[in-house]
Structure formats: C-alpha cells, structure tokens
C-alpha cells in the first residue's frame, strides 16, 4: 500500500504563486511517473503536468510557463511551484503516482486532494 498526502493548497490573489506538495509512503518496489491533476467545480479532473521518474515532464497547455512539476526521488516527494495564477486555476488539486507494488503489479495511487483558490 501506497498513501499519497498533499498539502500547500490555499487562497492566494491573482498573479501570486503557491507551491503544492505530495509525499508517497509505504511498501512498494518502485514509484514510476507522477503528476498533478485538478478538478474544478462541475468540470471534470484533468492533468496538470506529469513527471517520470527520469524527470522528464510535461504540462497541460493552460498552465505551460506558469507552473513547474519537480520530484525529489530520495524522498518520494512531487511539488508543483504555481505562478502567475488566474482565477480559472481555482480547483482541487489531487496527486497521482503510477506505483510498481511487491509483485509486479502497477497501481494508480491518488491523494485526498488539496484546495487551491485564486481570487480576482
């Protein structure tokens, strides 16, 4: 087993910056790719921006050049730096790791989610 917690989420006023970040625990052989999706009042969750285990990351176009993904693999940590915000970056905002479990199975592991609010 796998848990996922976030934290960093708040309100902030439009153009500041927040910083999420995620921290994996428990048992398993390896944490694959990561990521940062969000969920907005009756929309549906999407990807923010992703991250493998060799760094290597991509980002959904609204938020290309305003937000950063980066991990830290010694401490099982992902961390979405967000600036510039808009108001339309309010949402949940859930992590997500792709988890190799003693076994060999792959499991998708998701966090409890984290509220960002951006005020205009």
């Known amino acids: 087993q796998v848990q996922l917690v976030e934290s960093g989420g708040g309100l902030v006023q439009a153009g500041g910056s927040l910083r999420l970040s995620c921290a994996s625990s428990?048992?398993?052989?390896?944490?694959?790719?990561m990521g940062w999706y969000r969920q907005a009042p009756g929309k549906q969750r999407e990807l923010v921006a992703g991250?493998?285990?060799?760094?290597?990351?991509n980002y959904a176009d609204s938020v290309k050049g305003r937000f950063t993904i980066f991990r830290d693999n010694a401490k099982n940590m992902v961390y979405l730096q967000m600036n510039s915000l808009k108001p339309e970056d309010t949402a949940v905002y859930y992590c997500?790791?792709?988890?190799?479990?003693?076994?060999?199975?792959?499991?998708?592991?998701w966090g409890q989610g984290t509220q960002v609010t951006v005020s205009s």
């Open positions: 991250i493998t285990s060799g760094g290597s990351s």
């Open positions: 428990g048992i398993a052989l390896s944490i694959n790719d």
């Open positions: 997500n790791a792709e988890v190799t479990l003693i076994g060999g199975t792959i499991y998708y592991y």
